[in-house]
């Protein structure tokens, strides 16, 4: 089966860096995923890393270490519109796994 | 907007009793995936279908069944409900059917058994 642990909740403030961590036991491994969860809202794909090292789509990045079962999520220059849930998600066997999930909350 | 619509957006129900979910995938996509999220919960895997073809399946209830149609929408059926069944469902689809790490969710459908 798979298992992935992450940081439930993480308080920052407008401008500030913020670093989700994700670690994951999973039987078969086809790429860490990072998905965005506005309250209510469904959730919707930010970044995906098959291969080791960062990706970086604008103010966010992501990392991933295959020999640690190891990823991060890095949200920059942090906007109140980052105030959500941030999952990740491991691929193995047709399917994806979800974490619990990261609550971001940025204060002014 | 992810394209995928699901339908109807809220359900309100009485334990015992049985409902259909329906999705829309986006146009073209082949894949359509249905997840449950009770609340502060993660996003459970419930099944997927690949043009109407069961692909992979999760923590599924026995209860619980869904299937793909020839136009590529799903449903999913629940029945014999429980107050534990009270929860977020999504949909999901993909072009693809393997193994697929970026899934366009629709609105979500809420469920609130009573």
């Known amino acids: 089966g798979q298992s992935l642990e992450q940081p439930s909740e993480v308080t920052a403030v407008e401008g500030a860096i913020v670093q989700i961590n994700c670690t994951y036991q999973?039987?078969?491994?086809?790429?860490l995923s990072w998905y965005q969860q506005h309250d209510g809202g469904a959730p919707t794909f930010l970044s995906y890393?098959?291969?080791?090292g960062l990706e970086e789509t604008g103010r966010f990045s992501s990392f991933l270490s295959r020999s640690d079962s190891y990823g991060y999520l890095l949200l920059q220059e942090l906007q109140m519109k980052d105030s959500a849930s941030y999952f990740c998600a491991v691929g193995s066997d047709y399917k994806l796994s979800f974490g619990a999930g990261t609550t971001v909350t940025v204060r002014a | 907007d992810s394209g995928v619509t699901q339908t109807p957006k809220h359900l309100i129900t009485a334990t015992g009793q049985r409902v259909t979910l329906r999705c829309s995938p986006r146009?073209?996509?082949?894949?359509v995936y249905w997840y449950q999220q009770s609340l502060d919960q993660g996003l459970q895997f419930l099944i997927q279908y690949y043009n109407g073809e069961e692909r992979a399946k999760g923590n599924i209830l026995e209860r619980f069944s869904a299937q793909q149609f020839p136009d590529l929408h799903s449903e999913l059926n629940l029945s014999s409900l429980e107050l534990g069944d009270s929860a977020l469902y999504f949909c999901?689809?993909?072009?693809?059917?393997?193994?697929?790490?970026?899934?366009?969710f629709g609105p979500g459908t809420r469920l609130t058994v009573l």
């Open positions: 999973t039987s078969g491994f086809y790429g």
């Open positions: 999901a689809s993909s072009p693809a059917g393997g193994m697929v790490n970026e899934q366009f």
């Open positions: 146009s073209g996509d082949l894949s």
């Open positions: 890393n098959a291969l080791d």
